[in-house]
């Protein structure tokens, strides 16, 4: 440690080292029974030392040891205090070093000055670090009258939490403060502040246009996935609308969630040979640490498990959107289960671009992934995951018929008839799980087989070496007298087809 005589500055008072290694150590003192100046210099404080008083006590913060006077602080910290009547025991010597002091260092010398007299500013920025640092040192009322855990309280409390702005400031500051933060409400209180502002602006505004985002949203989805989940749920329990919760979801999505709105456009761009299929599905990231994958694992469990259940809170798209994202992470199967369930209410709504699910392999987190493919039944696609949808879908409709309820299956129909076109591009795609997806809707759901036609065609393009009797047995699936005059004009002239089916 440099040693400072009367009028001698330490100008670098922010980073006091004598070596790279070495921890950097700091003398203050405090201005009322010691001879002390604080000035400033360069927008930075620099400590005039008095040498006739010596320290007599060293603190360690972070990297940083403070060479201090036990007094000041043992009147207005009772957890030095208690320390000092017990033999402090350190391979430094009598150095106190305070782990995962909250705040780190820049904390502590605030509250340094704080107990040498000096004046000291509150602001959103430290005013929880100080609330929480206060706290682990035990700055209560019976140790002196204002002392700083009363203040910090104050403040937070009259000051920081009337405000938006300086709410959604505290808030963000508590993501480095855990778990004190928790402990002391001050996260709760943030986030029912957030909620309560929130719901009244939505009060407010009821005449707005109704695609129009709140102006709240971007603030809510800068937090960190367990913050914004509280205040998703003091939203919740102040009655907002489930579409502007679900509205809010979306946003937080597309902030933390990059690929999720990357569509995959069809089978198109690789290579046929059926025993060396490769097919990139994402150009995102090469590498993604094991870290960040955890995280976003997280952030779409999180998510999932917060979707308003009203139908008409988040769209079609977006679930099929967390549902890819959820294959990609392996998420929680109990989870999965229940977005499939979810998507199948609103099966109607979706494209068929949607539903293109890639087949992920264990790891395939969101990195490029080149699948080299030589089983029969392993798909570029994931089509079980489809074929689940629906299941959940015509079991809905199947109470909605013993409800004497009206059903939508014509749009079913065409949406999955198109969807089996795509598949069939797959030369991986086997005919047997071909035939038993498209069986999968009753016969009088089609009012048209075009479609199924369209599919069946395309299967048959795609797999040219299938034998006279898969052809046929493909055919069967459909039904002839369900062709428009097009289809048929076109399945008459088409050499791909059983001679007995273009007969008929």
Partial sequence: MKSLQVGQAQQDYGSHTDGSDKVSDKSILFPNKFIAIADSFKGEHSWFIAPQIPTDFSIQVQETTYNVHKYPLISKCGYIGQLEIQPLISNSGNVLKLENFPGGSETFETILKFCYGLPIDFSPDNIAALRCASEFLEMTEE??????????????????LSSWKDTITVLKSCENLSPWAENLQIVRRCCDSIAWKASKDELTSEDATPNQES???????AFRIDHFMQII?????????????????????????PGMEVELEGLRGYGHEKCNLQFSIFSGKKKESSGH????????????????????????????????????????????????KRVSLVLE??????LLIPRYQNGDQGKTVIMTISSEECTMLDIDVVQRIVEYFLMHEQQQIQQQQKTRKFNISRLLDNYLAEIAR?????ITKFQVFAEFLPENTRSYDDGLYRAIDTYLKTHASLTEHDRKRLCKIMNCEKLSLDACLHAAQNERLPLRTVVQ
Wanted: include cysteine.
């Fill in 293 to 340: 994958s955890k995280e976003q694992k997280t952030i779409i469990e999180s998510l999932i498990s917060i979707i308003p259940p009203q139908q008409d809170a988040v769209s079609c798209k977006f679930m099929l959107q967390m549902l890819k994202m959820a294959m990609m992470y392996s998420v929680s199967p109990a989870l999965t289960t229940d977005l499939e």
């Fill in 349 to 354: 709504d979706a494209e068929v671009s949607d």
């Fill in 426 to 430: 797959d030369p991986n795609l086997s």
């Fill in 143 to 160: 140790l002196e009258d204002g002392n700083l855990i009363s203040k910090s309280e104050a403040f937070l409390t009259f000051v920081v």
């Fill in 233 to 257: 749920s003091a939203i919740r329990a102040k009655g907002t609308k489930p579409e502007t919760i679900g509205k809010c979801i979306i946003q937080y999505a597309k902030r933390w969630l």
């Fill in 215 to 221: 102006w709240w949203f971007n603030d809510v989805a």
